[in-house]
């Protein structure tokens, strides 16, 4: 067996993370094809009044397709993070997207509608209310935080989708560490990738936004454990 021990097993234990990152990552971009797509279009739109034309199909779309691939990206991240656990059992992105698939596509129907209901009053009060439009903007923060939170939820615990909604809500709402710590690094992580090395978002961007928010959940999880 290698001597994974000193500079060697430091560079193997760092090249087997970017693997497991790069893999899931690509993989995720894969199945989010369509969105991207859809996305680009819409960035490239030259008339704001023709954005309707690709909005809709879009919000039709992700429900499909972003939530059950998102769910997967975060089943694998809590197989990185619990990595030390003899009775985790590793399974494939394509078989975590299966089992997830009726929560993931539910759960992600609820969240586009609260997504779209929150950015037409953000829209609608952009140039009539600056303080409800900024009220508006800090509800959107929360509603990302819950909508993280939801995936971790759903991979960690088996609930149905009515409790994994409730529970992951109650922990964006009752815990400001994990909050706080979501926000920021989802934000530093979403600002390299956008503005900095937009090459980043196929290659890396989702599995780390994953990794470091089921991390910290996970750390919110055995808290509230050992407590009990």
Do not use: C
Not at 83 to 98: C, I, P
Not at 105 to 127: E, H, P, R
Not at 174 to 201: C, D, E, K, R, W
């Amino acid at each position: 067996m290698a001597d994974r021990s000193g500079f060697m097993g430091g560079m193997y234990a760092v090249s087997e993370w970017i693997s497991r990152f790069t893999i899931g990552n690509l993989l995720w971009a894969l199945f989010n094809l369509p969105v991207g797509l859809l996305l680009l279009s819409l960035l490239n739109l030259q008339g704001i009044e023709l954005a309707f034309y690709i909005l809709a199909p879009l919000a039709i779309i992700i429900p499909f397709v972003f939530f059950p691939s998102t769910t997967a990206l975060f089943a694998k991240a809590r197989e990185w993070v619990r990595k030390d656990e003899k009775e985790l059992a590793e399974k494939s992105f394509l078989q975590y997207y299966k089992e997830n698939y009726r929560n993931s596509l539910f759960g992600g129907i609820i969240f586009v509608v609260f997504w779209i209901v929150l950015s037409a009053d953000v829209y609608y009060f952009s140039t009539r209310n600056t303080l409800l439009m900024n009220a508006f903007l800090i509800m959107g923060i929360l509603l990302f935080v819950w909508t993280i939170n939801f995936f971790s939820v759903i991979v960690h615990y088996e609930l149905n989708l009515k409790k994994v909604m409730k529970q992951s809500f109650l922990i964006t709402v009752g815990s400001p560490l994990l909050f706080l710590t979501i926000v920021i690094s989802s934000a530093i992580i979403l600002y390299i990738s956008l503005y900095i090395f937009p090459l980043l978002i196929p290659i890396v961007t989702g599995s780390l936004m994953a990794f470091l928010s089921f991390s910290a959940f996970y750390r919110l999880h055995l808290k509230i454990a050992n407590k009990t």
